[in-house]
C-alpha cells in the first residue's frame, strides 16, 4: 500500500486491481518468481515465440535479412514494422516505403546500438525489466530504462497487444517522458524508433513530450539522424510538422551533401508529409539529374510520388524521359503500386512517354483483374488526362470497376466516370458499368454530400456523353447542396454547376426539378465565363483563321467571335447567311464580351504569316463589342436566316494522335445542334494542311466551307 501511495496521481489504483494487472499475459510479477516458471509455462513461451520467428521476415513488405547480418540504423524503423496483409496486394501505409529494399547497403547511417537477436527469453527480460521498473521506480538508469524499450520492441504483436494495456507498461512511458531530456541522441533514436514497433497511439502523452524533444535538438543531428526521426514519425502515424519544417530549413542549407539514398528517403518523407517549398524542390530536381541513371525502378516511383504528393511538378523533360525509359524496359517487373506512382507524376507534369505508355497498356491490360479498384482507376485517369486512349485497357479497367465497386470511394468512382466520359468512350459492359456507378453514387450519398465536388464531378462527366440522372441532378441544383457547397465554393465547383444547370436546360425539356437562380449566376466570379481575348492570344489557329475570314467576308460586322455557348469556354465564330447562302451582319449578343477597348487601352497581336495585326480596337469588332455597333438597326433584322458557328478544334480538343472528339467537345457540337446551329468544322490538322497553299487558295478553301454546314 505504501509503494501504492508513491504512484503518480494518475497512476494510483486501488490495491485489488495491482493484482490484475498482467493476469493476461499469465506472467508472474517478480524476478524470483519468473526463474520458477513451470514447465507448461516455459513451453507456451517457447510456441509464441516460435510463432514469431515465422513472421518475423515480413517487414516493410520488401525484403528479407539473414540471421547473421546485423540490420543498419537506417533501417531500424524497418526491421520493427510487420506489413499486414489487406488482400490487395499491398499496405497503403507501408507500400511506400518499398524503396528501403533497393538502397544501398553502404549508404551513411547513425551509429545505434546493434540489437540483439529474438530468444525465448525475451518476453521474461521484459518481464523482469517492468517488474523493476514497478518496485524500484526512480532508481533504474537511463540505460536500463533505454534497453527495455528495445526488448520490448521485440516482442510480436500477441504480446504488443496485450502489453499496451498494461499499466506497467505506461509507467516506464512516464519515466521515458520525464527523463528524455538525459538521453544522449542515440538513445532518443531508439526510444522512438522501438516506439514505431509497439504500435503506441499516436496521440499518447510521452509522443508529444519526445516531440518537442527532437524539436530542440533537430538542429544538432546530421541529415541522416534528422531523415530516421521524420521516418519513424510517419511510421508511428503521427503528424510533427513543426519538425519537419525544421529539417528541411537545414536540409536546403546543405543539399549539395545529400547522398542518393538520402535523396530518396527525403522525397519519400515530402511526399508522405505533403509539405515542402518550390526553391528546396527546384534544388532536389537538380540532384536527380547528379543520380539519374543510378536509381532503381522502386526509387524512381518513390521520386516520382514525392514530387506529386507535394505538388511540384518534374520540369525537366531529361529526367522524365529517362525515368520512362527506365520503367517502360522493366515494366514486366514493375509492381501495381511503383507503376501507378509514377503515371501520377507523368500525368501532373503532362509529360506523353510513348514507350511507357504503350508498354503499360500491353503489360499491364491482362494484370487488371489482380489490381485493386484504386490503383486501375489512376491507370485509367492518367491515360484520360494526357488524352491517351488504348481500348483494351479501358475495358478492361471498366471490368475491374464493376467487380470490385465496393472498394471504391466516392471520388474514385467521380475519377472513373470523367476517365471514360472525357475520352468519350463507352466501353464493352458500358450498360453495367454505367447502372453500377450510378448505384454507387446513391448507396454512398452521405459520402457525397460530405463531398459535394465528387457529386459535380460525376454528373458533369454523364453530360459528355448525353447521360443525366434527374433525381441526382434535383439534388446538386437544389437549394441545400448549393448552401452546402458554399463552404468550398472553388472555380472548378462554380463552373461545374453552371456547365451542369446550362446543360440541363438545353438538352433536358422534360427535366421539372431543381434549377440555379439567376441570381446566383450573376454571383458567379468573372473567371467562370472564361475570356475571349485570352483564347484570342493563345490559340494561334484562332488568330489566324479570324483574320483570314475578316479579309474573305469584307468586314467584320459579319461574324462574331466568343463563346458560342457561354458555359462552354471554347472559342468559335458565329455567321449568319441568308436563303441565298450569303452571310449577312450578325446581330450581337446582349452578353458583350470583356475588351482592352474599354479602357482605351491598344494591345496588338502580330498574326504570322499574315499581313495584319488585331488591335484592341479591331478585337472588339470581332467579339461583339458594344463599340462595334456600326451597322444600321434594320440591317440587323433577321427573317430567316441560318445561323453557323465556325468550330476549329486545337490539338486539346482531340484523343492523342486521333481525330475523335474529346467528350466536351462532342457535348459541345450536340448542344449546338440543338440551339438550331449548323456547324462547319475545322480540325486543327485542316487548317495546318490548308496553310501550306498561298492566301487566295486558303481563301477559296475557306469560301468552300462556309457553303456547307452540317
Not at 426539378?513 to 475571349?532: A, T
Not at 504569316?609 to 461583339?624: C, E, F, H, P, V
Request: charged content about 25%.
Amino acid at each position: 500500500m505504501i509503494a501504492c501511495m508513491k504512484l503518480p496521481g494518475r497512476l494510483r489504483p486501488s490495491l485489488m486491481r495491482y493484482s490484475q494487472v498482467l493476469s493476461n499475459m499469465q506472467i508472474v510479477r517478480t524476478s524470483s518468481v519468473v526463474n520458477n516458471l513451470s514447465s507448461f509455462e516455459k513451453s507456451q513461451t517457447e510456441q509464441q515465440h516460435s510463432s514469431y520467428k515465422r513472421t518475423k521476415g515480413k517487414v516493410a513488405g520488401v525484403y528479407n535479412r539473414k540471421e547473421s547480418e546485423k540490420p543498419t540504423a537506417r533501417f531500424l524503423v524497418d526491421s520493427l514494422v510487420e506489413i499486414e496483409d489487406k488482400g490487395d496486394g499491398f499496405d497503403p501505409r507501408m507500400a511506400p516505403r518499398a524503396f528501403y529494399a533497393d538502397s544501398n547497403s553502404k549508404a551513411a547511417h547513425i551509429p545505434v546500438k546493434q540489437w540483439k537477436n529474438l530468444d525465448n527469453q525475451t518476453s521474461l527480460l521484459v518481464q523482469q525489466f517492468l517488474n523493476k521498473l514497478w518496485i524500484i521506480k526512480d532508481n533504474i538508469s537511463i540505460d536500463e530504462l533505454v534497453e527495455g524499450f528495445r526488448l520490448i520492441a521485440k516482442l510480436d504483436k500477441i504480446y504488443l497487444a496485450q502489453l499496451v494495456r498494461d499499466r506497467k507498461f505506461h509507467m516506464a512511458c512516464d519515466f521515458v517522458a520525464n527523463n528524455c531530456t538525459q538521453f544522449t541522441r542515440e538513445q532518443v533514436v531508439d526510444v522512438i524508433v522501438s516506439l514505431t514497433a509497439i504500435r503506441v497511439s499516436p496521440n499518447h502523452p510521452t509522443l508529444a513530450v519526445l516531440e518537442e524533444e527532437c524539436i530542440k535538438r533537430a538542429h544538432l543531428w546530421g541529415t541522416p539522424v534528422q531523415l530516421q526521426i521524420s521516418d519513424a514519425w510517419r511510421v508511428i502515424g503521427r503528424s510533427v510538422p513543426m519538425y519537419n519544417n525544421l529539417v528541411l530549413q537545414y536540409i536546403e542549407k546543405n543539399w549539395k551533401a545529400l547522398n542518393k539514398h538520402e535523396l530518396v528517403q527525403l522525397l519519400y518523407i515530402i511526399g508522405e508529409h505533403r509539405s515542402s517549398n518550390a526553391s528546396l524542390m527546384n534544388k532536389l530536381e537538380t540532384l536527380l539529374v547528379k543520380y539519374l541513371y543510378q536509381f532503381t525502378v522502386k526509387e524512381i516511383a518513390t521520386v516520382c510520388l514525392g514530387f506529386f504528393k507535394s505538388k511540384f511538378p518534374i520540369t525537366s523533360s531529361t529526367v522524365l524521359q529517362r525515368f520512362g525509359d527506365h520503367v517502360s524496359k522493366n515494366i514486366h517487373q514493375v509492381d501495381s503500386f511503383s507503376l501507378v506512382s509514377v503515371l501520377k507524376a507523368f500525368r501532373y507534369c503532362h509529360f506523353r512517354h510513348r514507350p511507357l505508355f504503350d508498354g503499360v497498356a500491353q503489360a499491364i491490360t491482362p494484370k487488371i483483374s489482380k489490381m485493386s479498384a484504386v490503383a486501375a482507376m489512376h491507370i485509367g485517369l492518367t491515360y484520360a488526362s494526357l488524352h491517351l486512349f488504348n481500348q483494351p485497357l479501358l475495358d478492361a479497367i471498366a471490368v475491374n470497376a464493376v467487380d470490385k465497386i465496393d472498394q471504391c470511394r466516392s471520388k474514385d468512382i467521380a475519377k472513373y466516370l470523367w476517365t471514360f466520359c472525357s475520352l468519350n468512350y463507352q466501353p464493352v459492359n458500358a450498360d453495367e458499368f454505367f447502372s453500377v456507378m450510378v448505384d454507387q453514387i446513391f448507396v454512398k450519398k452521405k459520402e457525397f454530400m460530405n463531398h459535394p465536388e465528387h457529386l459535380l464531378s460525376c454528373l458533369v462527366s454523364m453530360a459528355y456523353i448525353n447521360k443525366y440522372q434527374y433525381e441526382l441532378i434535383n439534388l446538386a441544383l437544389g437549394p441545400t447542396f448549393r448552401q452546402n457547397l458554399a463552404e468550398k465554393c472553388t472555380l472548378e465547383l462554380s463552373r461545374n454547376l453552371y456547365v451542369l444547370d446550362s446543360s440541363v436546360g438545353i438538352e433536358c425539356p422534360n427535366y421539372t426539378g431543381s434549377r440555379l437562380p439567376q441570381g446566383f449566376i450573376k454571383r458567379l466570379p468573372p473567371n467562370v465565363f472564361g475570356s475571349v481575348e485570352h483564347e484570342l492570344k493563345f490559340r494561334q489557329e484562332m488568330e489566324e483563321l479570324t483574320a483570314l475570314l475578316l479579309e474573305v467576308c469584307g468586314g467584320s460586322q459579319f461574324f462574331r467571335c466568343d463563346f458560342i455557348l457561354p458555359h462552354i469556354t471554347t472559342l468559335d465564330i458565329e455567321m449568319h447567311f441568308d436563303e441565298n447562302g450569303m452571310w449577312v451582319p450578325v446581330k450581337k449578343s446582349d452578353v458583350m464580351s470583356q475588351s482592352d477597348a474599354k479602357s482605351n487601352k491598344k494591345t496588338r497581336y502580330q498574326i504570322p504569316g499574315l499581313a495584319l495585326q488585331l488591335d484592341s480596337d479591331l478585337l472588339s469588332k470581332l467579339t461583339g463589342d458594344k463599340y462595334a455597333q456600326t451597322v444600321p438597326d434594320h440591317a440587323q433584322k433577321e427573317v430567316n436566316h441560318q445561323k453557323v458557328v465556325i468550330v476549329i478544334t486545337g490539338r486539346n480538343h482531340h484523343r492523342y494522335d486521333s481525330e475523335e472528339l474529346l467528350g466536351l467537345q462532342v457535348m459541345k457540337k450536340r448542344q449546338l445542334h440543338r440551339q438550331g446551329y449548323k456547324l462547319v468544322e475545322i480540325s486543327h490538322l485542316e487548317w495546318e494542311e490548308a496553310q501550306k497553299n498561298d492566301k487566295e487558295e486558303c481563301k477559296m478553301w475557306l469560301k468552300k466551307k462556309l457553303q456547307s454546314p452540317s
